[in-house]
């Protein structure tokens, strides 16, 4: 329960700024993709670069199979959906998630994670959902040690291929929320398919997604001011 309580004191408090961004790629915002780009960096490190070079490849293997699909590019263009319709199919479906692998304060979890995403955000676009989520996959695969020069391009593309199997599954139904469960559950199967989707890893992961949503609402914020 300890470490419940220091991931949600983490939540609470936690701002990360961010330097980097990925340019000539159209449509995306700026600052985008928070976790990608060269790391601020204490002496020349091998390792560090080498995972540089990795979250680079997986970037931008993954925008540009997004882009060049209009399966994944339709699903993740959440601009019909309001502010709060999106945090109350997230929070019950997160919270669910939690709930079915038994890990603790599953509704406070879900809550946090959704609660930036206020009504003043105006429209979640499909760069900022693209955004959120590659965000969160990156850093998540980074955090695992999983993530590296020979797989950035296969995972990325192993990923995209998730959410046309779910859009296609999912979408045709044609309705909202049709697109927001295709989205969560190739993002799920996705990290499934790594063994990474259990009790112990759960609160990281979703640690992860809240950073990215509360970065993404900010810079919604910003663009409407």
Do not use: W
Request: aromatic letters at 10%.
């Amino acid at each position: 329960m300890s470490r419940i309580f220091l991931i949600i004191f983490l939540i609470a408090g936690v701002e990360i700024a961010f330097a980097t961004q990925l340019s000539g790629i159209e449509g995306i915002p700026s600052p985008f993709l928070s976790v990608f780009g060269t790391p601020f960096l204490t002496g020349s490190s091998a390792t560090c670069q080498s995972e540089c070079n990795a979250k680079t490849i997986f970037t931008s293997t993954l925008i540009n199979a997004i882009l060049s699909s209009k399966l994944a590019t339709d699903a993740l263009d959440y601009s019909d959906i309001t502010p709060s319709v999106f945090r109350e199919y997230y929070c019950k479906y997160i919270a669910s998630i939690l709930k079915k692998f038994k890990v603790p304060s599953a509704e406070i979890f879900a809550k946090l994670t959704v609660d930036p995403i206020t009504d003043d955000c105006g429209a979640l676009s499909q760069p900022i959902v693209m955004q959120v989520y590659a965000n969160t996959i990156v850093e998540v695969l980074c955090n695992e040690g999983i993530l590296n020069l020979d797989n950035a391009a296969i995972l990325a593309l192993a990923y995209c291929n998730e959410l046309e199997t779910s859009a296609i599954r999912l979408c045709k139904r044609n309705d909202l929320q049709s697109k927001m469960e295709a989205v969560l559950q190739s993002f799920c199967n996705f990290l499934k398919s790594l063994d990474l989707f259990t009790t112990d890893k759960l609160p990281d992961i979703v640690f992860c997604f809240r950073k990215e949503v509360k970065f993404a609402a900010n810079l919604l914020r910003k663009n409407i001011h």
